[in-house]
């Protein structure tokens, strides 16, 4: 790449500091600006940023100097910030979900479709070794036919460790939009996209109380279920029995298992980038380890945002903003067949993104 990309970053709240150990990390590309409604934070994380200035919302989506927006926003957001940054002709990158309502999604993605930016989503662990792993294992035939998948994400919920825990009881929040991006996703990369599903769903409480930072012990309204399932279709045949949960105190299920004909596989937890695959073939009784066969080694959050600024292609941008429109539409699709008791019939539909081959490393070319 002639010049380094210019990235201004709209949202420095948690998330923020893995993406920006990851990116200030490499010399090809430059963090420019720092944006937040709160302008103090935005200006307290410019100064520990070389070269950066903080800026308001407005002037940040407008400065001609910056070239791709990564929106670390909350989920209510990111619609509307994606939007404005498009409209200013810049790629986005946005953490997930791409936006709270398929229709908000859809508008994001066409949008970007028609001023010919590229738009990318978290989630990336997917790319890591983990996940693509499991998928060389299964594209190399070593399972069979895959019949079945089981996700499973049970836990008490994030209110004990978020200090600012609200977004995820608002709607756009609750497990299936919070955790399942990093599911689904992986689903996606291993078995293919999806073309109906079913879903139920459920909660605990209609309170949480915030367990840490200086809102400790504030009582703050549940909106959302927090237990919510669902079956996905694939259009390879195979169906996806999928849990996720904010009322589990405590569970020992694997995050993903895949079931063909030929063998079953145990796969690590897809908001991580790696962890052991294991491969137990059919009349075999014991698991098996399986050694490191693709992904991104060593990655941390924001790779997604490299990998697409990488891409000679469209098409070839991994953590793209097809894959999350489609799995925005399996959990807003989810939700209404918990609402409706009815199967419902996708409309989108994405290709598997290209493997990711072991230890990939890129150059950053001009987009
Ligand atoms: N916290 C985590 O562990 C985690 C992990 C993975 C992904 N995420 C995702 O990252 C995103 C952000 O989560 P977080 O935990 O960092 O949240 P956060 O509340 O800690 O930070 C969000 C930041 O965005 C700012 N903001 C909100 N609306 C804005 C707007 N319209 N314009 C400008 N700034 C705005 C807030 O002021 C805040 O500083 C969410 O989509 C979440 O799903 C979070």
Redesign the pocket.
Known sequence: MGNAPRIGI???????KVYLETLSARGDVAIVAI????MA?AAAVAAEVPGARALE?PALLADPDIDVVLN????A??A??ALAAIAHGKHVYG??PLAVDLASGKQVMDAATAAGVRLGS?PDTVLGTGTQTARAVIDAGRIGRPIAATATMASPGPESW?P?PD?YFLPGGGPLM?MGPYYISALIHLLGPVTAVVGSASRLRDERVIGSGPRAGVRIPVDVDTHVTGILEHANGALSTLTTSFDSVKSSASPIEIHGEAGSLSVPDPNMFSGEVRFCALGSREWEPVDDLAGYLDAA?GIGLLDMLAAETDAEVRASGRLALHTLEVMTAVLESARTGSRVALETTVERPPIVPLGSSFELTEL
């Not at 944006?35 to 709160?38: G, P, R, W």
């Not at 670390?72 to 989920?75: A, E, G, Y």
């Open positions: 709209i949202g420095v709240g948690v998330i923020s944006a937040d409604l709160d934070r919302v670390l926003t909350i989920p957001a990111h509307e910030i953490e997930k978290a978020h600012n977004f919070d959050r």
